[in-house]
């Protein structure tokens, strides 16, 4: 009866079938189960057209990771996906931009068995908007916090770190283009892949986690002032893209510390639990790499192969400062 | 260290301490206690200037409402509140917008007992956008499904209906001001009260509930339609807020059938509850009227006091239809 409202949109794009024992789109709210003994842990997360995406961006890559921002969240805590909610505001209904927001969107939900549960659609003639919320569950008490690293504690990162940075920098034209590099990096700033079950294999094995989406040394200085302690890292450990081979080394340097948008997870835990780690990251088929040492004191270094500090700046994203930067 | 950054934002306005049992703002996800035996209702909207809201609204205003509205979706499902997210953009740090907006968000937030425990702040050079997700919990099967409906029912609504639609239309110069009439209805408009608790004593005893934000007629068709039943309303009994006393007539119809932002909840019962649902709104101070039944088929009429159907439109609020109404 009423063509092209937002009930339409909502039930044509974003009511797919809620999973047995929960509600999904189409009422006031969602209800979702929550196991005995769990605790429900939820992010929020919102990106803006000019700001975290270009306006131009493939609409399936940004439905894609529009949910894959979030759901790295849950990643960093060692939570399970439960299910999602979507609140989108579009300028106009263009149902190609629907159909392909929505395909992207869902791939990935599929994947992460994630379901989306509940949706809003709103005009905005300013561009778009999205803000996802991320619910799972993880066991209580064993949910990874970043305040709860130990002077002692391994230093720990998966992946390799640097492509995303390197793709976005040549997209905005701050470096020049190089086709070869930019075909090999830019599915892991388009596409990137959240560490959901090696993060749950970590929870109450690990002790502090985070994603490294604000650049590794910004992100651990987050673990580190909520620890109360420092680090020692050895820059010859810290796992580099190979897209980045034969850069200029202070550029590379500072995409492989500071470049922001990477999904990987950087955890800190017991020298104890080494071999369990290694044996878990082989079963999953992630990298993982040892990079550094939790000390006393608030410093973070990163050390050459000689010991010796080398410098680095604060590093990292801010949305307020880097304006422009998606 | 880094002032007027994103972490400060977060740290300056939203970090407010957590309960016992909740991990809060500053971590990837806030972590949530779920009871034993209960589902979890998830809600999101998203608002955004210039469509739900003018530019030049009072931002204590406005932190109240985005919260409010949100809450009133888990009160129709009949949930206790247990938490809350907000991601915002903004376009520039304005200190004086952002301590209004916060404060005028906790107000509701420590009447709710619904803390926040998660942010994300961000830039739009375009304009407020704000995006709200509630949690809260329901017992398992208690909650209030638009699904739940039953032929027979009686049709309630709380409180008085059409003052929001009143203030909004002098507002947005669609009616002439009145002074006095926009003075009585403008704080339901703006800080419209979301009927929680009675919502939590409805859950178990009402069958189907909505808030009627988009217009009761429009609300209730939602019911409807996903019962798959029809409804009988007498239009004298529909309670109107008396600041539409002496309106001509088909305004004052079209306000208190089709008028929107109204966050009064609409619910079915049995006509076995009538006492204990006239006591319960008796004991938690909350006008209720018995203002129709449910029917089989699926016509929504109503009806004069002579039992002769009213001509009435679809009415109601659609966000991509009425471009422009906040």
């Known amino acids: ?3 092209d ?54 609409p399936a890559d940004l439905g894609y990771k529009a949910l894959a921002v979030n759901l790295s969240d849950l990643a960093a805590m060692g939570a399970r996906p439960v299910a999602c909610t979507l609140a989108l505001s579009i300028p106009r209904i263009d149902h190609d931009w ?8 869902q791939t990935l939900s599929r994947q992460a068995q994630c379901p989306l549960v509940g949706g809003d659609t709103t005009r905005n003639p300013a561009g778009v908007v ?4 991320v619910m799972g569950e993880v066991r209580r008490n064993h949910a ?21 940075e390197l793709a976005l920098r040549m997209l905005q ?9 930019l075909a090999a990096a830019r599915p892991v700033l388009e596409r990137p892949w959240p560490r959901l079950r090696f993060g749950q294999r970590l929870a109450g094995m690990a002790h502090a986690a985070l994603d490294i989406s604000d650049g590794l040394l910004q992100d651990l200085g987050h673990i580190l002032r909520a620890s109360q302690c420092g680090a020692d890292l050895t820059f010859d450990r810290i796992p580099a ?3 980045l081979d034969g850069l200029d080394e202070a550029l590379r340097r500072d995409m492989i510390l500071a470049g922001g948008d990477c999904y990987e997870l ?28 939790v000390v006393r004191g608030d410093a973070l270094r990163v050390l050459d192969a000689d010991g010796n500090p080398l410098p680095h700046g604060p590093g990292g994203y801010d949305h307020f400062r880097a304006a422009g930067t998606p």
């Open 98 to 105: 629907l159909k392909a927001f929505s395909e992207g969107f």
């Open 266 to 293: 950087c955890f800190t835990a017991s020298p104890k639990r080494r071999e369990q780690i290694q044996a878990t990251a082989r079963l999953l088929d992630v990298p993982v790499s040892r990079i550094g040492v």
């Open 5 to 58: 409202s937002e009930f339409d949109l909502i039930a044509r794009y974003f009511s797919w079938p809620a999973p047995a024992g929960m509600l999904g789109v189409g009422d006031d709210c969602a209800l979702l189960p929550v196991s005995h003994g769990f605790q429900m842990a939820v992010s929020s997360d919102m990106l803006v057209e000019g700001q975290h995406f270009f306006a131009d961006v493939d």
């Open 173 to 181: 034209g701050r470096l020049p283009a190089d086709a070869a590099r």
């Open 130 to 133: 999205i803000s996802v919320t």
């Open 144 to 164: 990874l916090r970043r305040d709860a690293a130990k002077v002692g504690d391994d230093i720990w990162v998966t992946g390799h770190l640097g492509s995303a």
């Open 241 to 243: 893209a190979p897209v």
């Open 1 to 3: 009866m009423r063509s």
